[in-house]
């Protein structure tokens, strides 16, 4: 009787989904290739400090209207820059077929998608939390203004990548992609906006700052938990579309 | 019950129920939104603060209202698209998304015009406003993903995808009046609770959202059928109907 039912027994590796080793290798590899693609690397970051430049040039190099307005530029920068830099998320390794491999992987599909959404934030959110203070005293900001800016920039950039990377995984091998993906994105990117530089509004009439720091952390949360799903699903119906 | 809902998987079985289910839902819309339109803008008491000015609501209102519904019936459409692979769901979505651009925009563009003699400008950034200028922002989004994905399942997909993400801003849209203390006024109408205002304007301005809703189901309706029509366009029911 017994032999009849004899299964393939599970070993021990198959038993278990290596997942954190996967996730590993997967923001590893991220890493490296965006280090060996130097320039894509700086381009977002040349063009966040050019926006930032534009302001004063283009608006108005006094310090009050800049001391009023500095946060939001930079933040309005920090949004536009990630944006350029959500295109290639996804686009090196669909057109080289790894992300169909990556689609094919036993471990779930959220936890990798997760972990390359880091993997961005490492190499493009970071820089720009960065250059923030060196930005924020270009623009007449006083030390407790780029202080909160900082940590709002900390908190509401990886909300940027999450929400980002469910645009870049809709628009993937699209023809006019860059575009769409900016249409997409940005009246969900308004709320982030709003929190982010209000705080910084507040701190610096002396308000309680701590219910939008509690807001755009709530904003992180729900994205670390939701974007990943809609942004696999997405690549689902993106790889299976080509 | 299920064999309504499979049903609804056939095209033709749908052209035709909605070719039936067509002349009433215009008739008893016209007949509810003229009547709540002259009811309300000839009839209906001044308001003892706006005067006259008030009676934009008869548009304002509705318009806001059905701008948002229409949003929140393209997610669950999208949930059906996703689950049960549907295909009228996303004919319903592709059908409806520019109508709900257009009364986005109805809505805003008449709360600007109430907005002048009320509050003295024509635009403001408060929540209400930026919100429901968000939506209309989304619907663009839902319309171009649509139209840029050239195969139709595809394109079903993602677009329910969109939808679903982006109705996160419907519950802001409505609490922001509450969640913030801003200029626009908190909800004027409410189906739970007793009207605020007196039933001479409340009833004119149900009867203009009932006949909105029944309206804007008739045009869903005659946009569906066109969509179906262009999609089976090979099929034979269709080739008959249109050589007939």
């Known amino acids: 009787m017994t032999a009849m039912l004899k299964l393939p027994r599970l070993t021990r590796q198959q038993d278990v989904l290596p997942v954190l080793p996967a996730c590993w290798a997967v923001l590893r590899r991220d890493l490296l290739s965006s280090i060996r693609r130097r320039q894509e690397l700086f381009n977002p970051l040349i063009f966040f400090v050019m926006v930032v430049a534009l302001f004063p040039l283009g608006v108005s190099p006094e310090v009050a ?7 939001g530029i930079l933040w309005v920068a920090a949004l536009l820059s990630t944006l350029l830099s959500l295109d290639h998320l996804f686009r090196h390794d669909y ?15 959220y936890l990798l998608v997760l972990t390359k959404v880091i993997a961005h934030w490492l190499v493009t959110g970071v820089p720009l939390i960065i250059m923030a203070p060196l930005l924020g005293v270009m623009v007449h900001l006083d030390g407790n203004s780029i202080k909160y800016l900082c940590l709002t920039l900390l908190l509401g950039t990886p909300v940027l990548s999450f929400i980002g990377a469910i645009g870049a995984a809709l628009t993937l091998g699209l023809k006019s992609a860059g575009i769409l993906l900016s249409l997409l994105i940005i009246p969900l990117y308004i709320p982030v906006l709003i929190f982010g530089t209000g705080t910084v509004m507040a701190a610096n009439e002396g308000l309680a700052i701590g219910s939008y720091l509690a807001l755009l952390g709530a904003l992180l949360v729900l994205a670390l938990t939701c974007a990943p799903f809609a942004a696999a699903a997405a690549l689902r119906i993106s790889v299976s579309n080509s | 019950m299920w064999q309504f809902f499979h049903k609804l998987g056939s095209p033709k079985w749908f052209y035709g129920i909605a070719a039936r289910l067509m002349p009433w839902l215009l008739g008893f819309g016209v007949i509810l939104l003229g009547g709540g339109l002259v009811w309300g803008l000839a009839f209906a008491p001044q308001d003892y603060l706006q005067g006259n000015s008030y009676r934009i609501i008869f548009i304002h209102v509705p318009s806001a209202f059905l701008a948002q519904s229409v ?12 689950v049960w692979r549907m295909k009228l769901a996303d004919v319903f979505v592709k059908a409806v998304a520019p109508v709900g651009a257009v009364l986005t925009f109805l809505a805003l563009f008449t709360g600007a015009v109430w907005g002048k003699p009320t509050w003295g400008t024509w635009w403001i950034w408060d929540a209400r406003l930026t919100s429901m200028l968000i939506l209309l922002f989304l619907y663009f989004g839902v319309i171009a993903l649509g139209n840029a994905i050239a195969d139709e399942k595809s394109a079903a997909r993602a677009v329910a995808v969109l939808t679903l ?68 366009r090979r099929a034979r029911w269709v080739q008959e109907r249109v050589s007939a």
């Not at chain 1, 209207?65 to 946060?71: H, K, T």
């Not at chain 2, 949003?71 to 996703?82: D, H, R, W």
């Open chain 1, 95 to 109: 057109e080289e077929g790894v992300l169909e491999q990556l689609l094919l992987q036993p471990q779930p599909l």
């Open chain 2, 165 to 232: 993400v982006g109705v996160v801003n419907i519950p802001i849209i409505k609490y922001s009046v509450e969640w913030w203390n801003t200029l626009h006024q908190p909800a004027t109408f409410k189906l739970t609770e007793k009207p605020s205002m007196p039933m001479e304007m409340w009833v004119p301005l149900l009867l203009s959202v009932l006949g909105l809703y029944l309206l804007f189901g008739w045009l869903a309706l005659l946009r569906m059928q066109t969509e179906i029509l262009h999609r089976e």
């Open chain 1, 65 to 71: 209207f800049l001391r009023e307005a500095g946060a």
């Open chain 2, 71 to 82: 949003y929140v019936m393209m997610a669950a459409a999208g949930v059906i698209t996703l």
